[in-house]
């Protein structure tokens, strides 16, 4: 294959980048990329900047979106490269060009020192680049005859639409939101109503009788599936969340709860009618080290972890302990020989679910410390999806 030249788009590149993406995700139904993914798709230098790109003739051929995005957890800040608007134009599919920008844009983050990488999509397509699904998507759907069962004739929160230029309103949406011990940094109160607004979602503010805002919660358009919830803290979430699907009359829903929201998860767990449990997408790790030790940490924020100390090994990395002795975790890269060693696709689904790890893998008695820690809480939630 002869050498394609990768370039990344700039602002004055905005009007040609988003009418190729409309064309090419437009071939099983009609898109909008400007209102689909507002966070994302701006016409600025640095947003139009994440879009790398081959052309031929001048034209535009094949794009591949790197965002960049901080991602706070616990005390530790961590470099995500979200991947997403993959995309190759139906003439030239078959030249190898998806391969060359993907290949690119791991290449970049590995160079940039990004510590993971998150995107969506079809499993084996991006297996090849050193993806895997894991980590944990929870789901709890509430019923009103739930509802009527645990809360009778409870008054109900009031919703309303959250406008975009409620400044009140989406400034304390977002202290709520980065008051969280896990969350994806989404900028001041000018660009935070954009990740709300995401997939076509709609943002609402809930208020009690007083009309005092007490949380806010994020549904799809049919209101059966809402993708964040929260509220003053995790008593005040449920009652959002029974108020909900009161709203909704004999109409339950679905509420995605990260499962770094332990006592809310606990909460609603214990009221629902049910609880789905799926991969949160497909991740690839670059600095296993840092990853691992911000996730042990936030893990043992929801409760104790056995004490245990464990090195593992993964395949093109290298050696990590794990260790717990009281309420001192960490995870430091070392040269003693590993218990096990796994390559980085066992070793995601063993570290980060949403199986446990013997439903992955056999876990030696060496390892099986393991069996106690994890799955690690490795979450994406839908609004900040790329």
Known sequence: MMAVEVVQLTGLDWEEGLAFLNEVFGEH?????????????????DLMACNHAVREDGRIRAVVGLFPMDWQVGDVMLKVG??????????????????????????????????LSWLGGQRQRYGYFGYEKCGQQLSVS????????????????????????????????????????????????????????????????????????????????????VLELLGRDADTA??????????????????????????????????????????????????????????LQVRAAGGGLADGDVVVGIQGYGNLRLQVEGPQISCVKVDDPAAVTWDPSIAMRVFFGPLPPAAVTTVPATAATLLAWCPLPLGWPRQDGV
Request: net charge negative; hydrophobic share 40%; proline share 3%.
């Open 29 to 45: 139904g009609e898109h909008n990329f400007a209102t689909l993914l507002p966070s994302i798709y701006q016409p600025t230098e």
């Open 82 to 115: 979200g991947i997403g608007g993959v995309s190759t134009h139906l003439s030239v599919r078959g030249k190898g060009y998806m391969k060359v920008l993907m290949n690119h844009c791991v290449e970049k983050m590995q160079v940039q020192g990004y510590h």
């Open 142 to 225: 509430l019923t009103s005859a739930n509802v009527r069962h645990v809360f009778g004739d409870l008054a109900s929160l009031r919703f309303e639409p959250i406008e975009d230029d409620d400044k009140a309103t989406i400034d304390t949406a977002r202290h709520l939101h980065d008051a969280q011990l896990v969350h994806c940094l989404r900028g001041d109160s000018d660009v935070f109503p954009r990740f709300l607004a995401n997939w076509y979602h709609r943002p609402y503010v809930a208020l009690d009788a007083a009309d005092k805002m007490v949380g806010y919660l994020v549904a799809d358009e049919s209101g059966g599936n």
């Open 238 to 295: 449920v009652d959002m969340a029974r108020s909900w699907v009161q709203s909704r009359e004999d109409n339950g829903a679905s509420f995605d709860i990260p499962a770094t929201q332990f006592e809310l998860l606990q909460k609603m767990s214990a009221l629902g009618e049910g609880v789905s449990v799926g991969s949160s997408g497909n991740w690839q790790i670059y600095d296993w080290q840092a990853t691992l030790d911000a996730l």
